[in-house]
């Protein structure tokens, strides 16, 4: 398998003050213990990204250089994008990092407002396309005047921007889950096989050390209530010559919840991720569990939870992702601790060191994975980014393909169930 060239720009390292003084003086607008402050940054192509920016309270204080607030990858494509020649009203290219103060209005206690601090711009050049590691800006600089004492700086910014090299191989499910659809490699315009897809619905009960993972009954729930269950859905992935290297089971059946008529967050369903056991042939082995339930609002989402089962941490379950998709156009799932704390629906842990993630090594940094799927009633087609680091076997890219077979149906699993009328019951 050959990766595809990608290239990470991270910026992190975030931190606010006013030169040689605590960042608490309204000398340069800023309301260090009234309002916090936030930074858009900007990049042509590419979503806004909003993330806050600490207060820096003591001179000799340097913010942590391991911190990532923001990043984005490109592909060879976007890559190309951001060196091609501007319009005429901007012919260059920047990042943009533009720092403002964010307070609630004062009519009622709705509506905010904004107080532009400054901007920081670095423009956008060759390098940047180079696959080459490099620090493009790192330290202290200043992004605004001081309004009352003329000549004298304001508010100075700490970040750290670098581009590294994050080579990648992309997959992408040829049909859908369902379907049992083959699973190839896209390397530009060629499309290698790679895996192919087994669904089944039939349930099968886990024997062995597998067993304690798989939950019977649903406490709570009268007969009516667990017929209408989605249960017994498996996925297995298989190499070309046809051998099962990883599988993606429900443990804990999809089931409508007290009072309501969808899987709620108080009682999620759930699958186990797992991979042949080396030491026992027709074995599997635990690798990974997903949750999923669905989250109701003006726009129902899917959420997908999923924890890194390993027998050396403690309790034996890490989570890695939590992640919202949006019911009706779908979204992305991924597993990546860069962006994990900006879009989990709860904190995640960031852990600060590299490892091998398909090995069970809980201490990962940077991206793993994303996947890519539609929302519900749509084909899917799942589209998967895998971190060529976290792959040192076919059979490692494997287990990410049985994780995203079981997101894709997750959408699916998570859909309501509808009342029917005279007795008549919803089939699944």
């Known amino acids: 398998m050959d990766p595809q060239a990608f290239i990470r720009l991270s910026v992190g390292s975030l931190g606010l003050r006013n030169r040689g003084t605590a960042l608490n003086s309204t000398k340069s607008g800023i309301h260090a213990f009234s309002s916090p402050c936030l930074c858009d940054i900007r990049l042509r192509g590419f979503p806004v990204q909003t993330t806050s920016v600490p207060y820096v309270s003591s001179p000799e204080t340097t913010p942590d250089f391991h911190s990532i607030a923001s990043s984005f990858d490109f592909e060879e494509s976007d890559q190309n994008t951001l060196l091609a020649p501007g319009c005429f009203y901007a012919p260059r290219v920047y990042l943009e990092i533009i720092v403002f103060t964010w307070r609630k209005g004062s009519h009622c206690g709705t509506g905010t407002k904004k107080q532009q601090i400054g901007t920081f711009k670095l423009e956008v050049g060759p390098e940047w396309c180079e696959g080459k590691p490099v620090i493009l800006f790192s330290g202290w600089i200043g992004i605004g005047k001081n309004k009352q004492e003329t000549g004298k700086p304001g508010a100075e910014l700490h970040l750290r921007v670098k581009l590294e090299p994050d080579p990648r191989y ?117 690798w990974g569990k997903l949750e999923a339930w669905r989250d109701r609002g003006i726009k129902d989402s899917i959420c997908c939870r999923f924890h890194l089962l390993s027998e050396g941490q403690e309790g034996g379950e890490l989570l890695m992702s939590e ?106």
């Open 170 to 286: 992309i997959f992408q499910f040829e049909d859908e889950t369902k379907l049992s659809p083959q699973i190839v490699q896209l390397q530009g315009t060629i499309k290698q096989p790679i895996f192919s897809c087994r669904f089944s619905q039939d349930r099968v009960s886990l024997a062995g050390p597998l067993s304690s993972y798989w939950s019977t009954s649903v406490d709570g729930f009268d007969q009516e209530i667990e017929r209408r269950e989605r249960k017994g859905w498996k996925v297995k992935i298989h190499d070309l010559s046809g051998s099962a290297v990883a599988a993606a089971l429900i443990t804990t059946p999809f089931v409508p919840s007290t009072g309501c008529d969808w899987v709620s967050r108080s009682n999620p369903g759930a699958w186990l991720i797992v991979r042949p056991d080396a030491c026992r042939p027709e074995s599997w082995q635990p």
């Open 323 to 428: 992640i919202l998709i949006n019911a009706e156009k779908g979204g992305e799932f991924f597993i990546d601790t860069d962006r994990q704390v900006r879009a989990a629906a709860t904190p995640v842990p960031s852990p600060q060191s590299s490892g091998n993630f398909a090995a069970l090594s809980p201490v990962v940094v940077g991206f793993v994975m994303s996947c890519r799927v539609k929302g519900e009633g749509k084909c899917s087609k799942p589209l998967v980014q895998l971190a060529m680091r976290h792959v040192n076997c076919v059979e490692d890219a494997a287990i990410f393909m049985a994780l995203t077979a079981a997101v894709d149906l997750s959408i699916e699993a998570c859909k309501p169930f509808r009342k029917t009328r005279r007795g008549r019951r919803h089939s699944w």
